[in-house]
């Protein structure tokens, strides 16, 4: 009787096993959603954000919920939040998103802008400090992020913000990395 079993995908594809550990293989789930061309991602930054003034995304979510990760990231003292239901008299400009899987063809059901001009936050859903310091000597900034995933629901909007609050100019940095299920 042999100790090894042999599994064997539909596809015909075999299941490697590491010869050192005798263990399966595998890509976590995200990894393979890219290799799927299901993951997307999109950015904004400004080198020179003045004291208070802040970066902006606006969210307006498909037909499928959005699986959300956000990070913010600020040369100095500053807030990052995350609000939903929020309301806007003009949505922005259109923000490049990227399929992570350059070779795919697939495209999101969401769309996200820069620059909206808010009338409403919305219900503030997180929020975070992005320390750094702030005055003349404001350096270290570091990023903030909703852990692991926010999941927005399907037809809602949201509003992403990083505000400066170092009391100069320092850069401000918005990522936002998805897929849709």
């Given at each position: 009787m042999s100790k090894y079993v042999n599994i064997i995908s539909e596809d015909g594809h075999v299941v490697d096993i590491d010869p050192v550990y005798d263990a399966i293989i595998s890509i976590d789930p995200i990894h393979h959603l890219i290799h799927e061309g299901k993951f997307f991602g999109t950015h904004m930054y400004d080198i020179a954000v003045s004291n208070n003034g802040k970066l902006e995304m606006y969210i307006a979510t498909g037909s499928s919920p959005m699986h959300v990760r956000v990070t913010g990231i600020a040369g100095g003292f500053g807030t990052l939040e995350i609000f939903e239901g929020s309301t806007v008299s003009s949505t922005g400009s259109a923000l490049t998103i990227a399929n992570r899987n350059r070779l795919s063809s697939n495209t999101p059901d969401c769309?996200?802008?820069?620059?909206?001009?808010?009338?409403?936050?919305?219900?503030?859903?997180?929020?975070?400090?992005?320390?750094g310091g702030t005055g003349p000597q404001s350096t270290g900034g570091v990023s903030g992020s909703g852990y692991e995933e926010y999941i927005f629901n399907p037809s809602e909007v949201y509003l992403v913000r990083i505000t400066n609050m170092a009391g100069n100019n320092q850069p401000l940095s918005l990522e936002l990395n998805f897929y849709e299920v």
């Open positions: 769309t996200v802008y820069s620059g909206p001009t808010v009338t409403g936050d919305g219900t503030t859903i997180y929020r975070t400090l992005t320390t």
